[in-house]
């Protein structure tokens, strides 16, 4: 279990926090070797209903940002706990960031260790916010850490999108990873989304690969990096 009673916050968002009942499992994402771990994704999984009916119930009230602060906060907590040595990837909302107090205390809490070790990926939903993008990417690059565009090819986050975002890393749905192998269709679209994100430098992330074809194939492709039940379920 996460607890936040202890952290320097503000009083209103720590009583918050305190409704809050969850746990963090981890996925790593996994080098074109499958073996060599590039960073570990933290997954919210709330102790008393599903992650997205968690999400829903913020959402109707407004009130998403405190799931953000639980999320960098008690992600950070697990992934220090558990001792990883690689990168973590911590999820957030496309509309939603810390505040610059937060931030601060986030940084003043954690150290100068977590600098370059943080991947911040942005989600697919519930909507896009500029304003708030761009308070995320100065505070991210402030210490030396990447942007992610996850779920690329669903929701909100398409090739207009990242040309707007211009993140280090872009994660491909799977609904363009399943079945890659024998989809000719599918086998011409990622390898253009392949070439053209490696021609603005950015590393692309298979996920949700579930059968060794398709690991294999996009192997063969030149992505270079996975994520998904055939290399490691979230533990």
């Not at 086998?187 to 430098?201: A, G, P």
Request: proline share 4%; net charge negative; glycine share 6%.
């Amino acid at each position: 279990m996460i607890y936040y009673d202890h952290l320097p916050l503000d009083k209103k968002i720590l009583k918050a926090l305190g409704e809050l009942s969850i746990n963090y499992v981890f996925q790593p994402i996994f080098q074109p070797d499958g073996k060599t771990v590039y960073s570990w994704e933290a997954l919210m999984r709330p102790t008393e209903k599903p992650v997205l009916e968690l999400i829903n119930d913020y959402m109707k009230t407004d009130n998403l940002h405190v799931l953000e602060v639980a999320t960098l906060f008690g992600a950070m907590q697990a992934y220090v706990l558990r001792g990883y040595t690689e990168r973590v990837s911590i999820n957030s909302f496309p509309n939603d960031c810390l505040t610059r107090d937060e931030a601060e205390v986030f940084f003043e809490y954690f150290g100068n260790s977590i600098r370059g070790m943080m991947i911040i990926e942005n989600l697919e939903y519930p909507y896009f916010s500029y304003e708030v993008w761009k308070e995320k990417k100065r505070s991210v690059k402030a210490m030396d850490n990447l942007l992610s565009a996850d779920d690329f090819g669903s929701g909100i986050n398409d090739m207009e999108r990242v040309d707007i975002m211009g993140p280090d890393i872009v994660k491909l749905d799977r609904e363009l990873i399943s079945g890659i192998d024998h989809d000719p269709a599918k086998q011409n679209n990622v390898t253009r989304l392949v070439l053209e994100f490696h021609s603005k430098n950015i590393l692309v992330v298979a996920e949700g690969v579930e059968e060794k074809e398709e690991f294999d194939y996009l192997v063969g492709l030149g992505v270079d990096l996975f994520q998904g039940y055939y290399l490691a379920r979230p533990a």
